[in-house]
């Protein structure tokens, strides 16, 4: 009896992949040629004698929100298709379309066996490494932190990763390095009754900046402790510099009874002294707070403030609560009693109520400061 054998090979596949998820094309190799495979396994692509198949790794967006990608197959095959895939001895290289807008960018990384992380730029085809060339990484433990800034542009953001045996996963994402104030508040110790309008005021603030003046504690964002204390003398609220990167914002007991929008505009008043504003010991708002030897009155003289005013911005003489007829020295607030100030944000009168509309003055006062704004 003669037993004849058809063996046909295994016919390649392309399953179907859009520009928002990961597109794979898996390989095998031969293990015993080595602990990896060559760092140029994939050339030929799909046209590569090894190539399995294309298979859909899924949406970009991670399911906690970031850009990347998190799978964990275990011991078993890419997708938990082991019907058309090995769970061992496999390599693959994916791809998905990505934009990114010149800044530094945060790549945290890990995954088993070896991976590289790379990007090839649309138009240009310019490859650019964001783990070495030509070589693998490995982080089976803790993620591989790498900072890279990528001309701005839209490009294919490529995972090359190979598997040997035993477990396989890579959680790979990525995020903007935060360029702009970000208000760490401590919530254990913001009531509860203050929490969504301290996180709507923050939201505004970071609508409005993207980083704060360069080699000052603000820069790159800093810690905010919140508590609840009496104050007293009408006074609702008060916060020092973030010098050392940590602001404290007390609230008095009767900042409650005020509306949501009072309630916001003392907030964002308040972080805006913490940034900086009114504060002598921020060398790029004291340079500008600058009292006149004519009229013995303060003025902010920032470029931008000035060309929005038309001359020199009035700012408020300060005045002892206790005493409102002296006046100490003054630079801390807008003048009050100019009608186009008098509503701005970071002028004294904070019980007007909050609008987008009375930041104009504010906003370019930072600007002068240093601060890279909307």
């Not at 293990?31 to 090894?50: T, V």
Request: negative net charge; charged residues 20%.
């Amino acid at each position: 009896m003669t037993l004849i054998f058809d063996i046909t090979p295994a016919t390649k596949f392309q399953d179907s992949v859009s520009p928002q998820e990961w597109r794979a094309t898996v390989f095998s190799w031969d293990g015993s040629q080595g602990s990896a495979p060559p760092i140029n396994f994939w050339e030929g692509d799909f046209n590569n004698p090894n190539t399995i198949g294309v298979i859909n790794l899924g949406s970009n967006t991670r399911s906690d929100g970031k850009q990347g990608i998190n799978v964990d197959w275990g011991n078993g095959a890419p997708n938990g298709d082991g019907n058309r895939l090995p769970h061992d001895f496999f390599a693959m290289r994916a791809y998905t379309v990505a934009d990114f807008d010149g800044s530094e960018y945060k790549f945290r990384v890990r995954g088993d066996d070896g991976f590289q992380i790379l990007a090839k730029q649309h138009g240009t085809n310019q490859w650019f490494y964001i783990t070495p060339q030509n070589q693998w990484t490995q982080a089976y433990g803790s993620h591989n932190e790498i900072t890279s800034t990528l001309p701005a542009g839209r490009y294919d953001l490529h995972f090359h990763q190979y598997e040997a045996s035993g477990n396989a996963y890579l959680d790979l994402s990525w995020e903007k390095v935060n360029s702009q104030p970000v208000f760490d508040i401590n919530y254990t110790s913001v009531p509860n009754n203050a929490r969504t309008v301290v996180d709507d005021a923050i939201r505004t603030w970071e609508s409005k900046i993207r980083r704060g003046p360069i080699g000052s504690p603000v820069e790159r964002g800093f810690q905010v402790a919140i508590t609840t204390e009496e104050l007293g003398n009408l006074i609702y609220a008060d916060c020092n510099y973030a010098e050392n990167g940590v602001a404290s914002l007390r609230l008095d007991p009767e900042f409650f009874g005020k509306s949501y929008s009072q309630q916001k505009k003392i907030i964002m008043h308040e972080l805006g002294h913490a940034m900086g504003f009114g504060q002598q010991r921020l060398p790029q708002y004291d340079r500008l707070a600058l009292r006149n030897q004519s009229d013995g009155h303060w003025y902010f003289m920032g470029t931008n403030a000035i060309a929005l005013y038309g001359g020199p911005v009035p700012l408020q003489e300060n005045v002892d609560v206790n005493n409102i007829n002296y006046r100490t020295e003054g630079g801390y607030h807008w003048a009050e009693g100019d009608a186009r100030l008098r509503l701005d944000l970071m002028s004294a009168a904070t019980l007007e109520g909050y609008s987008d509309s009375n930041l104009s003055f504010t906003v370019a006062a930072l600007k002068d400061m240093g601060f890279d704004t909307v």
